[in-house]
């Protein structure tokens, strides 16, 4: 008996390669629409970022473990700005976004990452305004990144994942009284 999805019925299509041209196309579509919008969101983390340190300094001791944190996530966010610069420049980027897609969820789970460390290891457990305000920035952090990484799904869950995993581990492991 003949069905649709017998190779020998007459009306019988095959579905099409999983890496076909089209879905190249749109992969390669959703990444550069992610990449045409991050410019503002980079702005974005190093202005947080930024605004964090100021106030991390007067009120965590020591600092420079704020310090080494800010350069860390500042030096990310200009190779992944370094990628946005790039990608606006060439003239047929296709093949240069689908190479690039590996690399940004990479980088979107490092940022999620340092960004997680804000709540672990620079969780300020003696300054009670930096421990409030620390939950608020994450949530912006993670809301900017929903809309920032939209186009590209693996990239987000990377980014929240990492964000959240720090976190989680350090506030099991942390005594409660």
Do not use: K
């Not at 993670?142 to 350090?170: K, Q, R």
Request: charged share 10%; net charge positive; aromatic share 10%.
């Amino acid at each position: 008996m003949n069905t649709p999805g017998d190779p020998e019925h007459p009306r019988y299509t095959p579905a099409p390669a999983p890496d076909s041209e089209l879905e190249a196309r749109v992969r390669a579509g959703l990444i550069a629409t992610h990449l045409e919008h991050n410019r503002v969101a980079l702005a974005g983390s190093v202005l947080v970022s930024s605004l964090v340190l100021a106030f991390s300094i007067s009120n965590v001791s020591p600092a420079w473990p704020c310090v080494l944190w800010w350069l860390a996530l500042s030096a990310l966010t200009g190779v992944r700005l370094w990628h946005v610069v790039r990608y606006l420049r060439l003239p047929d980027a296709t093949r240069y976004v689908l190479r690039l897609h590996p690399l940004l969820i990479f980088e979107a789970a490092l940022a999620g990452a340092l960004w997680g460390l804000l709540a672990t290891a620079l969780y300020p457990v003696q300054s009670p305004i930096m421990q409030t305000l620390t939950v608020p920035i994450l949530m912006g952090v993670s809301s900017a990144a929903l809309v920032s990484l939209a186009p590209i799904l693996p990239a987000y869950v990377a980014f929240f994942g990492c964000m959240l995993i720090p976190p989680t581990v350090a506030f099991i492991l942390r005594p409660t009284f």
